[in-house]
């Protein structure tokens, strides 16, 4: 019933190897302003070096960083990160500090609007497969219709056998849950 000012952020610990504690030192940031996405590889990973990580959302940022210790504080508590008790991000993204990527985004909403905003994390196989796959799901359509597929792909494969137990609860566990995590 009145105007609002609504701040989302996402934040993620890249890893980008097998151990973040190991791996840390070797990750490289960057951000890519036309596709106003943070980017992240590890070069001196062997198996994945060609490899890029990306965050990004389906409007521009507000803020981001990808210093960890910026976003947490220095004590780095995830249930109370300092980045949200003042006001945005440093927007500053540098190698050689403890790693993250966090990606806030503010819009103005009318009384009685909505509004969709969604955070996209993946990986492409090089830094031209991840801007490919960024452009793309910017688009709020193609967000939709990857949803809708993703759904119908899972509801397909968990309903090919169903097992009848007198237990349903038993039965939601067997034909879905349990299939689900396995497969996953």
């Known amino acids: 019933d009145r105007p609002r000012r609504i701040t989302a952020t996402y934040y993620a610990e890249w890893v980008l190897g097998v151990n973040r504690d190991e791996m840390q030192q070797y990750i490289i940031p960057e ?29 521009p940022a507000h803020g981001l960083t990808s210093n960890r210790t910026e976003f947490l ?33 503010h819009f103005d909403l009318q009384a009685g609007e909505s509004r969709q905003v969604h955070f996209l994390l993946g990986q492409g196989a090089n830094r031209e497969e991840s801007l490919t796959l960024i452009k793309r ?30 237990e349903p609860a038993f039965d939601l566990l067997l034909n879905r849950w349990l299939l689900y995590q396995n497969l996953a």
Not at 32 to 54: C, G, I, K, Q, T
């Open 73 to 105: 504080g220095v004590r780095g508590r995830r249930n109370q990160p300092a980045a949200l008790k003042r006001i945005g991000l440093s927007n500053s993204v540098e190698a050689g500090v403890d790693p993250c990527a966090a990606y806030m985004v």
């Open 137 to 166: 799901y910017q688009d709020l359509a193609q967000v939709d219709e990857a949803w809708q597929q993703a759904r119908g792909n899972w509801q397909e494969l968990l309903t090919t056998i169903q097992v009848e137990t007198p």
């Open 31 to 59: 951000y890519v302003n036309e596709h106003h996405a943070l980017l992240a590889r590890n070069p001196y990973n062997d198996e994945f070096a060609e490899r890029v990580a990306f965050l990004t959302a389906t409007q």
